[in-house]
């Protein structure tokens, strides 16, 4: 149903046809919170971490997607196991998303250089459609659509007039993640794999069906000279009727200034930029700040100007502790 939901936006606006429209919300700056789309990521970079996301879409447009995202993720002290938590808020028009799961992955080091992630995550989704809108001519025939439906041909009776929508399930994901540190890393996960249907007990027309996502996504970094260096990355995601492919290419200064571009197929260019910093003992601490720009779809430049995009982020990596010797003594009397 948001699929059906954005294309009653585009139709509003004057514009048909959605070729890439999908239930999970998108990130441009998908290569620095990997968590959200792979439980199999959690704790797999050994530190202690957090991202925040915020992502404002189609500015000028009435009613545009908005997506936040929060995650966090560690090892734990001791053990080969990883934990993290996404909490994500997506809306758009009528309908408000909410995610929030719990991770878990076996860290398997050591294999081949890197550490190889196998997770899952649980938790809820919870999705609401409210009825304060009337469905456009073309849909006034849809009875699984709250709200009301146009009027009958030289009447003022409704097609259908059915209530808001506001359900939770179960939601449940998998992932497998593999990465050497600063190198390379590729994962591949799939969302939803309940495929919950949420509809109204007393009107079970009214319903909202999840659908699966596979997502695929890898990255190499090329170390150019002892100052920069050049990383593609790729992410592919799928929910079986509509795909997407984000090409990357981000430049990284002397560990600490970033700029990039990527392209979504069928889409449009987006641009990003972003400042990272060590500090604390040992260089302990990293922060870091990005943010992003896309261009509006062609379809879309009439209407509305660009997306952007905001994120912050901080890790803390626990110091190796090193093995202690004690030398003892000893004293020889004559």
């Not at 890197?114 to 009337?134: K, P």
């Not at 990284?252 to 990039?260: K, P, Q």
């Not at 979504?264 to 990003?272: L, Q, S, T, V, W």
């Amino acid at each position: 149903m948001k699929k059906l939901l954005t294309k009653i936006a585009l139709v509003v606006a004057g514009i048909s046809g959605v070729a890439n429209a999908q239930q999970d919300p998108q990130f441009t700056q998908f290569m620095y919170n990997k968590l959200i789309f792979n439980p199999g990521y959690a704790g797999t970079s050994g530190a202690i971490c957090g991202v925040a996301q915020y992502r404002k879409q189609w500015l000028g447009f009435n009613e545009a997607p908005t997506s936040m995202a929060v995650s966090a993720d560690m090892r734990l002290p001791g053990m080969p196991i990883g934990v993290g938590i996404n909490v994500i808020n997506d809306n758009i028009g009528a309908m408000t998303t909410n995610y929030m799961r719990l991770a878990g992955a076996l860290n398997l080091t050591k294999i081949a250089g890197g550490t190889l992630g196998i997770g899952i995550d649980a938790g809820f989704l919870q999705t609401s459609i409210n009825n304060n809108w009337i469905a456009p001519e073309p849909l006034r025939d849809d009875p699984s659509i709250p709200g009301t439906g146009a009027f009958l041909p030289g009447t003022n009776i409704p097609v259908f007039n059915n209530p808001a929508l506001n359900r939770t399930k179960f939601d449940l994901g998998f992932g497998a993640y593999y990465q050497i540190p600063g190198k390379f890393y590729a994962g591949l996960s799939m969302s939803h794999l309940t495929a919950a249907l949420l509809e109204d007990r007393n009107f079970p027309t009214v319903r909202f069906q999840s659908t699966r996502h596979i997502y695929f996504t890898t990255g190499y970094t090329f170390q150019l000279n002892s100052w920069s260096k050049l990383t593609p990355n790729v992410l592919y995601k799928t929910d079986f009727s509509a795909t997407s492919v984000d090409l990357n290419l981000t430049y990284l200064w002397s560990d600490m200034i970033w700029v990039g571009g990527t392209y979504r197929i069928d889409d449009a260019p987006a641009f990003m930029a972003g400042y990272t910093q060590k500090f604390g003992n040992e260089n302990s601490m990293n922060f870091k700040i990005g943010g992003s720009w896309d261009m509006a779809p062609k379809k879309l430049s009439t209407y509305a100007k660009g997306t952007f995009e905001l994120l912050a982020g901080v890790c803390y990596t626990p110091p190796v502790k090193k093995p202690t010797t004690i030398e003892v003594p000893r004293f020889l009397l004559d």
